[in-house]
């Protein structure tokens, strides 16, 4: 019996296909010429001249100057990511604060803004409406860079299925529908943004993204990534792509059991990494008011601060050694709170991994353990996920004429 095939892609369908590829290709490159893209992607000269006036025309690319290349022929022309049109709007609600960045196609940050606010206190209707209302105001600058919401990434800190917060145990959410609330609450401030797309996820998985999208890993591209806020957040990145287990929740580090007998987590068990080495943990522990302030006192010896590090130091290391065992990636990179306090829990760590992990690939001084880069958190990958929508189908965001 034949197997059915595939439908062949029409002519529009191919034009398609190739401007997205066209455009992917300069997005990666961040500045390139006409030949070498058609080098990169495989298509004649002619066919990727006629693809990239098309962009040009749609404002998604930009000329900017001649390249020479110091060999015989014609300097060509510089190709950029247009700086201008449409872009992501990233959101990150956490138990502590809103984080709101507009996203160009370049990747770069043009309009951020955070406000502290204790999210625990409110319900989620109400946290996604203060979150619509930092958007809102974050649009408004936007609009004045000329940029437009192409559509906006929601960064929760829990249990993240089909638009909806399945669990939150430091919001104290249960199965909110988060998308919708927020894109409600954003349209009733800007009514400009009705049916735009909002998509969500957990926000340890947007940390991990802009992380492989924008930091600074090099080739990096089988990691684990842990936040450190209130609680612990975690993400698995294989061959550059999240492992989100057969529904959506792997990574969920901060609820692994490191001590059977420890303290009761707000997840209902008990021991979970988070209740050593969570910043509302460590804080306890330490006797510190804020992370400012354990830091100062880290630095200055202070033996309870140190004790403090070196306990949660020594859980990372135990629940850690157990994931590196199982997945074996390449490094584990420590965002959130940890980048500041790792001159103190490096060391417990590394003790941990090295004594426990079985391929003696992880001792000390291998340099696996790292800090996530300065240029990304939980916002900036949420804004990706819309970036990413556009340079797969930029016909579908493309500027009315």
């Not at 989620?124 to 203060?130: D, I, M, N, S, T």
């Not at 989100?244 to 303290?263: I, K, N, Q, S, T």
Request: glycine share 12%.
């Amino acid at each position: 019996m034949n197997q059915p095939t595939e439908p062949k892609a029409d002519t529009s369908g191919v034009r398609r296909h190739n401007l997205s590829l066209v455009l992917r290709t300069v997005h990666e490159a961040g500045e390139t010429t006409r030949a070498a893209v058609a080098a990169r992607v495989g298509l004649t000269r002619p066919a990727v001249s006629s693809l990239v006036e098309q962009l040009l025309e749609l404002g998604f690319l930009i000329e900017s100057g001649k390249t020479f290349s110091g060999q015989a022929g014609r300097p060509g022309t510089v190709l950029k990511p247009a700086g201008t049109g449409p872009a992501g709007l990233g959101v990150e609600i956490n138990v502590d604060y809103v984080t709101v960045c507009v996203v160009d196609l370049t990747g770069a940050d043009r309009v951020r803004r955070t406000e502290r606010l204790d999210n625990r206190s409110a319900g989620p209707g109400e946290v996604l409406a203060r979150a619509a209302r930092v958007a809102a105001g974050v649009l408004g600058e936007a609009d004045g860079h000329g940029l437009a919401p192409a559509g906006a990434g929601l960064a929760l800190p829990g249990l993240v299925s089909g638009g909806t917060v399945r669990q939150a145990p430091n919001l104290g959410w249960h199965e909110v529908d988060a998308e919708d609330l927020f894109a409600a609450a954003l349209t009733s401030l800007r009514p400009e943004t009705a049916g735009l797309a909002v998509t969500s996820d957990n926000e340890a998985n947007m940390a991990a993204l802009a992380e492989l999208r924008f930091g600074a890993l090099g080739d990096l591209r089988t990691f684990v990534h842990l936040t450190g806020e209130i609680g612990v957040g975690g993400a698995i990145v294989v061959h550059g792509e999240l492992l989100r287990g057969a529904h959506g929740f792997a990574g969920e580090a901060g609820h692994l059991v490191v001590d059977a007998d420890g303290p009761r987590c707000r997840c209902g068990s008990r021991g979970c990494l988070e209740q050593y080495a969570g910043q509302a943990a460590l804080l306890r522990a330490a006797g510190s008011r804020d992370v400012d302030d354990l830091v100062e006192r880290a630095a200055a010896a202070d033996p309870g601060a140190l004790a403090a590090l070196t306990e949660a130091g020594r859980m990372l290391g135990r629940a850690l050694s157990g994931v590196v065992n199982l997945l074996d990636p390449e490094a584990v990179v420590l965002g959130g709170i940890y980048p500041r306090l790792l001159p103190w829990l490096a060391p417990a760590v590394s003790e941990e991994l090295s004594a426990r992990v079985v391929s003696g690939l992880w001792p000390p001084d291998a340099g696996r353990l790292r800090p996530a880069s300065t240029t990304t958190d939980a916002s900036r990958g949420a804004a990706s996920l819309v970036l990413h929508d556009i340079l797969t189908d930029p016909l579908a965001y493309a500027r009315p004429s």
